[in-house]
Structure formats: C-alpha cells, structure tokens
Nanobody
Framework: QVQLVESGGGLVQAGGSLRLSCAASGSIFAINALAWYRQAAGNQREWVAV???????NYAEFVKGRFTISRDNAENVVYLQMDSLKPEDTAVYYCVLIQQGKNYWGKGTLVTVSS
C-alpha cells in the first residue's frame, strides 16, 4: 500500500503564493514520477504538473511560469510552489504517485484564491 498526504492548501488572495507538499509512505520502491492534478467544483479533474524520477518537469499551459514542481527523493516528498495565483486556480489539488504502471492518489488539499 502507498499512502499520500497533501498539505499546504488554504485561502489566499489573488496574486499571492502557496506551497503544497505531498508526503509519500508505504510500499515505495521505484517511483517513476510524481504529479499534481486539480479539480474545481463542477469541473473535471485536470493535470497540473509532473516531475520524473530524473527531475525533469512538465507543466500544463495554464500554470507555466507560475507554478514549480519539485521533489525530495530522500524524503519521498513532492512540492508544488504556486505563485501569482488567480481565482481560477481555486480547486482541490491532488498528489499522484506513479509506480510500476499504477497511479496512487492522495485525498487532496483545498486551495481557494479570492479576488
């Protein structure tokens, strides 16, 4: 079993910053990648960013230049630094661990950006 626990969500004004963290534990032996997804109320879940085992990162167009994904391999933690936040970034943010073809999801952390 793999457990993922997100933290760092909250309420922030537009233009502000938040840093999300996701700690992974359990049967972790060969993480292929770590990713962040989000889901706004009434919308489908959408991919935000991914970071590979080697540290290569990719971002959805709507967060490029504003969000930064990083990871601490020793601690099995992935971060999402979110800057220049917009009201449309309001969503529940989920951490995903990809290992041996399986995706493991956290329960999410709520980010609310006020205008």
């Amino acid at each position: 079993q793999v457990q993922l626990v997100e933290s760092g969500g909250g309420l922030v004004q537009a233009g502000g910053s938040l840093r999300l963290s996701c700690a992974a534990s359990g049967s972790i032996f060969a993480i292929n990648a770590l990713a962040w997804y989000r889901q706004a109320a009434g919308n489908q879940r959408e991919w935000v960013a991914v970071i590979s085992r080697s540290g290569s990162a990719n971002y959805a167009e709507f967060v490029k230049g504003r969000f930064t994904i990083s990871r601490d391999n020793a601690e099995n933690v992935v971060y999402l630094q979110m800057d220049s936040l917009k009201p449309e970034d309001t969503a529940v943010y989920y951490c995903v661990l990809i290992q041996q073809g399986k995706n493991y999801w956290g329960k999410g952390t709520l980010v609310t950006v006020s205008s």
